[in-house]
């Protein structure tokens, strides 16, 4: 996919992070265009993750910046339960509360968080069921639900909160393999409507499919940022050829 220039939702400037004085990321620089999707390829332990994490106010930074919309997000001041309703975020685990139903879980943070009306929150929960193909399951609990249909909710639960921008850490790595497509499918509908998209994965065919632009990380580094095409099919760097090398690229 092309992107034409567009507006800078979201820029990292010079992100520096540290676990007990060990640098886990160093001195990461992106700019995230709205409407863009961003693919986070690397080895296992590079920082993609922790990336996300700390995109999310999930852990804390040692250095840099982070600018939502041009406004830092670094600080005391900064009220990380309202950014986290701008930058919404699914998980590996799905974390649906277990006694509540599949729409009581979806309406909790629009009705307790955003203060938003029940019945508006409805109508859109309900239109977000029927695209993902949900809507029959709206009143069951997680018990009865499968991994991928799981996921799903935890996705539609997230952009019911009206989100500028979607995190998406490893959503199908808790997955059997046959329940991968349905959530996969989910993401791809919401890149061809526009959403502002980083997605952490390992399904290399559908970082190809929906990717705008690839960030290959190693060792808490951007290696290399590509366009799809030329990243898997003309990586620059001998660290990226071998990552690809492991997937039979």
């Not at 921008?165 to 059997?176: C, K, R």
């Amino acid at each position: 996919m092309s992107v034409e220039k567009k507006e800078v939702v979201l820029e990292i400037k010079a992100l520096h992070k540290e676990y007990v004085g060990k640098p886990v990321l160093n001195e990461i620089n992106l700019q995230v265009q709205r409407g863009e999707v961003i693919v986070v390829l690397g080895p296992s332990g590079c920082g993609k993750s922790t990336l996300l994490r700390c995109l999310n106010g999930l852990e804390p930074i040692q250095g840099g910046d982070i600018l939502l919309s041009g406004q830092s997000l670094i600080g005391k001041n900064v009220d990380w339960k309202k950014i986290r309703q701008q930058i919404g975020m699914v998980f590996q685990n799905y974390d649906l509360f277990p006694h509540m139903t599949v729409l009581e879980n979806i309406l909790l943070g629009p009705t307790k968080v955003q203060n938003r009306g029940r019945s508006q929150v409805l109508e859109q929960a309900k239109v977000l069921l029927e695209r993902v193909g949900l809507y029959d399951r709206i009143n069951v609990f997680p018990r009865e639900l499968s991994g991928g249909q799981k996921q799903r909710i935890a996705i539609v639960r997230a952009l019911c909160m009206n989100p500028e921008i979607m995190l998406f850490d490893e959503v199908t790595a808790s997955l059997d393999p046959e329940m991968v497509r349905e959530v996969l499918d989910v993401m791809l509908g919401l890149a061809k409507q526009g959403m502002t998209m980083i997605i952490v994965t390992h399904e290399m065919g559908f970082a190809q499919a929906v990717a705008d632009r690839i960030v290959f990380m190693d060792s808490g580094d951007i290696c290399e940022i590509a366009g799809p095409q030329e990243f898997f099919n003309n990586p620059r760097t001998d660290r990226a050829r071998r990552f690809l090398n492991i997937f039979q690229y």
